[in-house]
């Protein structure tokens, strides 16, 4: 006859001093120790986010006035450039002659003077370019690459500002559209 086991005897590979279990077995503990591991590797998560997300946060070249907590910009030239009905395109020559060119596409633009051309980088004001465009058969002209690794805003005016044209030119792309930031009826 085999030896009947008591279901109510302690079983030979149970803790020496029951109630007492070991540390690393309590689920308080884990809790007490996951919370702030789960808090840290979250922040350093988003701050790793946050420093590679530098495009998305624009930087805006116009004057700005505070009023109260209203921050209140000039639209003036941009509401000039929309009366005037104009657009242009911004392109990166692909002749490989290392250029830029303005090129109109609509309203009525001032052929004989010079343009200022400015690419402001999205984050990083040091790598701002600027050009002068003389006039030409087609459009206006500069010398100069861009750098097309990255995004631009791009900002078109004369040189006394009286209008102007804004956009954004992607990454990698030739080319990029300008109008006013105002939209028009």
Same mark, same amino acid.
């Given at each position: ?102 090129? $109109?596409? #609509?309203? !009525?633009? =001032? %052929? &004989?003077?010079? *343009? +200022?051309? /400015?690419?402001?980088? $999205?984050? #990083?004001? !040091?790598? =701002? %370019? &600027?050009?002068? *465009? +003389?006039? /030409? ?6 010398? !100069? ?41």
């Amino acid at each position: 006859m085999s030896p009947r086991i008591h279901p109510t005897a302690p079983d030979s590979g149970s803790d020496p001093k029951p109630g007492k279990r070991p540390a690393w077995r309590e689920p308080m503990v884990w809790l007490v120790v996951a919370i702030p591991v789960a808090a840290i590797a979250a922040t350093i998560t988003m701050l790793v986010v946050a420093s590679r997300s530098s495009g998305t946060n624009d930087v805006v070249d116009d004057t700005v006035r505070r009023t109260a907590q209203v921050q209140v910009a000039d639209l003036g030239p941009d509401a000039v450039a929309r009366q005037m009905r104009l657009s242009a395109i911004v392109r990166a020559d692909t002749r490989g002659t290392g250029a830029v060119e303005v090129l $109109p596409v #609509q309203g !009525g633009f =001032d %052929r &004989s003077a010079t *343009l +200022a051309l /400015t690419l402001h980088h $999205p984050s #990083q004001a !040091g790598l =701002d %370019r &600027s050009f002068v *465009l +003389a006039p /030409t058969a087609t459009g206006w002209r500069a010398q !100069g690459a861009v750098d097309l690794s990255h995004d631009w805003n791009i900002q078109v005016a004369p040189p006394d500002r009286r209008w102007r044209l804004q956009g954004r030119w992607t990454a990698r792309q030739r080319a990029a559209y300008l109008q006013p930031a105002i939209a028009g009826n």
